[in-house]
């Protein structure tokens, strides 16, 4: 069955690094646009980016426009997000999902927590 | 940006009665391309339905999503235990795609 998995969250200090990765199977995963969703503590749920198939077109949320870089390796079944500068508001939980209409598959998240 | 605005914010309800939630957009959903997810805590959200209307693998026909340009909804017939959850409309029409803001549904 489709099964996404989010693994790399953590602790990381105001405008540090962290790499987020989304491991894939049971679908094909290199004709599947796929996507990043975070939700912030007692938040709603926000976009963050996307990638289409190929990776020929990415999306990003204004908030994280400039800091945040999609990425994907077909080969391997894996989606990426390199998150630089992070800031508070940036702590969440992070959701892979296929972009299939819509977001049809979403995996548990990874907590990723900014603070000092 | 096309932002979605959901309303009512909470929706108290007993099991059994019937359901709307409303989503509304700034601006025309390209495509219709509308869907709904239900989020209940600790667990991973779940689609309920794309394009507007279509329910997705497994979900129950008690739900039910309309609409087309900026208006949409989706309809919960009667409320089963547990329907009680957080529900957001998403448009993936044009990017950057985005969520309303959410409606609870709570047992009244």
């Known amino acids: 069955q489709v099964q996404v998995v989010e693994s790399g969250g953590g602790l990381v200090k105001p405008g540090g690094s962290l790499r987020l990765s989304c491991a894939a199977s049971?679908?094909?995963?290199?004709?599947?646009?796929m996507a990043w969703i975070r939700q912030a503590p007692g938040k709603g749920l926000e976009f963050v980016s996307y990638?289409?198939?190929?990776?020929?077109?990415?999306s990003y949320a204004d908030s994280v426009k400039g800091r945040f870089t999609i990425s994907r390796d077909n080969a391997k079944n894996s989606l990426s997000l390199q998150m630089n500068s992070l800031r508070a508001e940036d702590s969440a939980v992070y959701y892979c999902?296929?972009?299939?209409?819509?977001?049809?598959?979403w995996g548990q998240g990874t907590l990723v927590t900014v603070s000092s | 940006e096309i932002v979605l605005t959901q309303s009512p914010g909470t929706l108290s309800l007993s099991p059994g009665e019937r359901a709307t939630l409303s989503c509304r957009a700034s601006q025309n959903v390209d495509n219709n391309n509308l869907a709904w997810h239900q989020v209940k805590p600790g667990q991973a959200p779940r689609i309920l339905i794309s394009r507007t209307s279509n329910r997705a693998t497994g979900i129950p026909d008690r739900f039910s999503g309309s609409g087309s340009g900026t208006d949409f909804t989706l309809t919960i017939s009667r409320l089963e235990p547990e329907d009680f959850a957080v529900y957001y409309c998403q448009q993936y029409g044009r990017p950057p795609w985005t969520f309303g803001q959410g409606t609870k549904v709570e047992i009244k």
């Open positions: 049971g679908f094909t995963f290199s004709d599947s646009y």
């Open positions: 990638i289409t198939s190929s990776g020929g077109y990415i």
């Open positions: 999902a296929r972009a299939k209409s819509g977001l049809d598959s």
